[in-house]
């Protein structure tokens, strides 16, 4: 095969090639700049080693070294979740390995927490957390509340709130990265935690360790921050796994680890017996608690101290869900109407929350997570009917109910007066430290004046030091002038000009003399001497007689109570109860209050469900009839003029007239009745009408009168009307009252409305009645006594220049139009006594 041909290539250029050489730099050989290149590299690398991923935010520090394995004995229980330590909405499945939450009814919007049964009191220990779901419901993204999801995992006392965050026994990491101590919240100490990332929690409280009392968190194995310190509240007490959420479900691990991490470290199952303090799970049955108290005499206070003494109940009322909401973020909401302590009412913005949902689901929570509950139903537990209804809520239960009814055991009333006392002392403390701060600023501006006074004093002093050196020396150039002029003149002419500035000088030292006079100070006012602390308060008598705290809110509404308390009732075991305690009082004192208790609120409380019955209506309208055939008889009586046989006012007995409609020669008894007259009969029989009516529609043999607060209450109900005082110019009702108390009056001792008149059926006495007031009236009148005069406004409006143009007024039931003028002086009356 013949050898290939060079390749030739055309000459260049000589000066292309020239220029090319000086652009171009020299080629090195390339082996020898692959070899230099790889030098390069292997000066710039240390040598390889094993590192830790760490990262960028946490700074180098001494890790943690692996568990050492010892003989100590390990705890025996099992890890889990006991119902106690569970919010109501928390439920554990699968073997209590993965935690979710209820999500019907508003329990969405509320956190979910859950506190292990074990708590590490030393050691070293781990759980593991790892989010398996994450999710908002629709109805949230519609709601102005703060209810975002999220969750926390920490460690915390036996007792403390099941919602990390809320009280200062506790310490937690979320998932944006926060760590807290407590209430108190740190800056941002890591990246987000994502779901299906494995959490490891490390609570190491082995004092021979350089991170002793600190918790760590890892995620999939690898530090997220440094050790955190525990706070000094919670160094020596034991600590339990916590973790609170909402919108998620978790998977929670609390034996062998599933990540693995830098060392070696125990999980919380295998805790040593000394290093843990384990909450026995309950035995026997579950109880049902049922306290029956009446309304505020210490219902919620009785309560509260049971719960302190018994953590491991969990209450059931309306104000638990409240205390719930706002702890889960949700704005603190307004009241409703009729709002009270036992039902609130609350208005939170979210309608599952608003249409009582939650307590719907609330109470089918016994069946699901059984554990011992208290009901706090306080009307319910009072009335038979409904407690049947709450027992039926409990099957399997131990039902207990507690009567907490008569006078309080001298405990509660000491924990009643430290109440007191405490409210009382903080009122004053606020008054004292309002009034130290007061001082403190009055003081301080008077130093400040002070202060612009000794400055404005000094400003004047140096104006006027400059002022006298200016005169001075004005006044020696002067001297030195004319002495110049006059030169030799004489002694005469120089001692006059040497006196006239001895005596200008005097002058003006006298001026400054008088300037400088000590003005007499203003007598200062005493101020109160306050002192460095506040003054402790005490009790007065009165005080310490008091039983029991009574707030602005009721615990039970008026309305509702108005309806209630007839019903109310001492529970017995035959309603289905396992046991009935007595808390103050035993069985027959306690039933023997409530009689009493039920007697005494019957005259105290108002029938708000009262209706006037069909004989009240038929009276009445039988009356206003009547009424009005009496108007039209005087007015008949007066335009006939006096006829024959006529007798004068002062010539009748009264009370010994047969006819009201004829005393003699067709004169009627009224004939002299003026509008005020007819308001009177009319004030008569309405009151004598309401309390006969009353009686018989309320048919209660403990309710035979009305109490005077209430006269107003029962008067709009019957006649549709207010009771209006001001028509004849009196203030209050039982002066208007005193007008007809031959008719009605108020017991002066039972503050009650009672009937003067046995018997007012007949129109008959109560003519004769207003008739013997008005002649009473006039003959005190007549002998100068101008008290007597009835000051009485017709609360008409001036009439229309053209008559036909003033529409007639409407006419009460059982009057015909036209007919509602009185005759007397022609006034027409109108206004509280009806329109007749």
């Known amino acids: 095969m013949p050898p290939k041909a060079a390749k030739t290539v055309p000459p260049k250029d000589p000066k292309e090639a020239e220029a090319k050489k000086k652009v171009e730099p020299k080629a090195k050989p390339k082996a020898t700049e692959e070899k230099k290149r790889k030098a390069d590299e292997?000066?710039?690398?240390?040598?390889?080693?094993?590192?830790?991923?760490?990262?960028?935010?946490?700074?180098?520090?001494?890790?943690?070294?692996?568990?050492?394995?010892?003989?100590?004995?390990?705890?025996?229980?099992?890890?889990?979740?006991?119902?106690?330590?569970?919010?109501?909405?928390?439920?554990?499945?699968?073997?209590?390995k993965v935690l979710m939450?209820?999500?019907?009814?508003g329990m969405q919007y509320l956190i979910a927490g859950a506190r292990a049964n074990v708590g590490l009191k030393g050691g070293r220990h781990m759980f593991e957390v790892k989010i398996t779901e994450m999710y908002h419901p629709s109805e949230a993204s519609q709601s102005r509340q703060n209810v975002r999801?999220?969750?926390?995992?920490?460690?915390?006392?036996?007792?403390?709130?099941?919602?990390?965050?809320?009280?200062?026994?506790?310490?937690?990491?979320?998932?944006?990265?926060?760590?807290?101590?407590?209430?108190?919240?740190?800056?941002?100490?890591?990246?987000?935690?994502?779901?299906?990332?494995?959490?490891?929690?490390?609570?190491?409280?082995?004092?021979?360790?350089?991170?002793?009392?600190?918790?760590?968190?890892?995620r999939d194995g690898v530090r997220a921050c440094k050790p955190r310190k525990l706070p000094e509240n919670l160094i020596g007490k034991p600590l339990f796994p916590h973790v609170s959420y909402r919108h998620a479900s978790l998977m929670v691990n609390f034996g062998k680890p599933m990540?693995?991490?830098?060392?070696?470290?125990?999980?919380?199952?295998?805790?040593?017996?000394?290093?843990?303090?384990?909450?026995?799970?309950?035995?026997?049955?579950?109880?049902?608690?049922?306290?029956?108290?009446?309304?505020?005499?210490?219902?919620?206070?009785?309560l509260d101290s049971f719960l302190e003494a018994n953590p491991k109940y969990t209450e059931l009322s309306d104000r638990k869900m409240m205390e719930w909401a706002v702890a889960s973020g949700l704005t603190r909401p307004k009241l409703g109407l009729n709002a009270s302590n036992d039902k609130p009412n609350y208005q939170y913005g979210v309608h599952s929350l608003d249409d009582n949902s939650l307590m719907k689901v609330v109470q089918s929570i016994p069946s699901i997570q059984p554990r011992n509950f208290v009901v706090m139903e306080v009307k319910s537990n009072l009335v038979a009917e409904?407690?049947?209804?709450?027992?039926?809520?409990?099957?399997?239960?131990?039902?207990?109910?507690?009567?907490?009814?008569?006078?309080?055991?001298?405990?509660?009333k000491h924990r009643v007066h430290n109440q007191i006392l405490k409210q009382k002392q903080q009122k004053s403390d606020s008054t004292w430290r309002m009034k130290k701060?007061?001082?403190?600023?009055?003081?301080?501006?008077?130093?400040?004046?002070?202060?612009?006074?000794?400055?404005?004093?000094?400003?004047?002093?140096?104006?006027?030091?400059?002022?006298?050196?200016?005169?001075?020396?004005?006044?020696?150039?002067?001297?030195?002038?004319?002495?110049?002029?006059?030169?030799?003149?004489?002694?005469?002419?120089?001692?006059?000009?040497?006196?006239?500035p001895a005596a200008e000088e005097t002058e003006a030292k006298d001026a400054e003399m008088k300037e400088e006079e000590p003005k007499a100070e203003e007598p200062k006012a005493e101020e109160e001497d306050l002192g460095d602390e506040p003054p402790q308060v005490e009790l007065t008598e009165e005080e310490e007689k008091q039983n029991f705290i009574k707030g602005s809110i009721p615990d039970v509404s008026p309305a509702v109570l108005a309806k209630a308390f007839a019903s109310f009732t001492v529970p017995e075991k035959s309603e289905g109860f396992d046991e009935v305690n007595?808390?103050?009082?035993?069985?027959?004192?306690?039933?023997?209050?409530?009689?009493?208790?039920?007697?005494?609120?019957?005259?105290?409380?108002?029938?708000?469900?009262?209706?006037?019955?069909?004989?009240?209506?038929?009276?009445?309208?039988?009356?206003?009839?009547?009424?009005?055939?009496?108007?039209?008889?005087?007015?008949?009586?007066k335009s006939g003029g006096k006829k024959d046989g006529s007798k004068e006012g002062g010539a009748v007995d009264i009370f010994s007239v047969e006819d009201i409609n004829d005393i003699g020669g067709g004169e009627p008894l009224y004939s002299n009745f003026e509008a005020e007259d007819w308001a009177m009969l009319q004030l008569r029989y309405e009151f004598f009408l309401l309390q006969d009516a009353f009686i018989k529609d309320v048919n209660d043999e403990d309710r035979t009168a009305i109490p005077e607060a209430h006269l107003a209450f029962y008067y709009q109900k019957y006649f549709k009307k207010a009771i209006n005082t001001k028509q004849f110019s009196l203030s209050d009702v039982p002066e208007l009252l005193n007008l007809i108390k031959d008719t009605v009056a108020i017991d002066e001792e039972t503050k009650m409305f009672t009937k003067v008149l046995e018997d007012a059926e007949s129109l008959d006495i109560l003519v004769k009645c207003t008739e013997e007031s008005r002649k009473e009236r006039k003959?005190?009148?007549?002998?100068?006594?101008?008290?007597?005069?009835?000051?009485?406004?017709?609360?008409?409006?001036?009439?229309?220049?053209?008559?036909?143009?003033?529409?007639?007024?409407?006419?009460?039931?059982?009057?015909?139009?036209g007919k509602g003028k009185a005759m007397g002086k022609g006034k027409p009356m109108k206004g509280m006594m009806g329109k007749w």
């Not at 990262?55 to 890890?79: G, L, R, S, T």
């Not at 409904?386 to 509660?412: C, D, N, W």
């Not at 609120?601 to 039988?622: C, V």
């Not at 001036?798 to 008559?803: C, K, R, S």
């Open 101 to 105: 939450a209820l999500n019907e009814g």
């Open 582 to 637: 007595y808390e103050w009082q035993g069985a027959a004192e306690s039933k023997e209050y409530l009689r009493k208790w039920v007697l005494e609120t019957k005259l105290t409380t108002r029938i708000e469900d009262l209706q006037p019955s069909n004989d009240f209506k038929e009276k009445y309208s039988a009356w206003q009839k009547a009424f009005t055939e009496l108007q039209t008889k005087q007015k008949a009586w």
């Open 149 to 218: 999801g999220f969750i926390r995992i920490g460690f915390s006392t036996s007792g403390s709130s099941l919602i990390l965050g809320e009280s200062e026994e506790s310490v937690w990491f979320d998932n944006n990265g926060l760590f807290s101590a407590g209430k108190t919240k740190a800056p941002k100490t890591f990246t987000k935690l994502n779901k299906d990332q494995g959490v490891a929690i490390i609570l190491n409280l082995d004092e021979k360790s350089p991170h002793a009392n600190t918790v760590s968190i890892f």
């Open 42 to 96: 292997a000066a710039e690398e240390p040598a390889p080693k094993e590192v830790k991923v760490v990262p960028p935010q946490v700074e180098e520090f001494e890790e943690e070294q692996d568990d050492v394995p010892d003989k100590k004995q390990k705890i025996k229980a099992e890890v889990t979740f006991l119902g106690a330590d569970l919010t109501l909405n928390a439920i554990p499945c699968m073997g209590n």
């Open 437 to 500: 701060a007061q001082q403190e600023q009055k003081k301080r501006i008077l130093e400040q004046q002070k202060l612009m006074a000794e400055k404005k004093k000094e400003m004047e002093e140096k104006k006027k030091a400059e002022a006298e050196a200016k005169k001075a020396e004005e006044a020696k150039k002067a001297k030195e002038a004319k002495e110049a002029k006059e030169g030799e003149e004489g002694e005469e002419a120089a001692a006059e000009a040497t006196e006239e």
């Open 259 to 302: 990540t693995k991490l830098p060392f070696t470290c125990r999980s919380v199952s295998e805790a040593a017996t000394a290093h843990a303090s384990v909450t026995p799970a309950p035995s026997g049955k579950y109880e049902m608690l049922m306290p029956v108290a009446f309304p505020d005499e210490g219902t919620f206070d009785w």
């Open 386 to 412: 409904e407690r049947s209804q709450i027992l039926k809520r409990f099957p399997g239960y131990k039902k207990v109910a507690h009567v907490v009814m008569g006078k309080p055991k001298e405990a509660y």
């Open 779 to 817: 003959r005190r009148i007549d002998a100068g006594d101008e008290t007597a005069r009835l000051k009485f406004l017709s609360h008409n409006p001036a009439p229309a220049p053209v008559p036909a143009a003033v529409p007639p007024a409407p006419a009460a039931v059982g009057l015909q139009k």
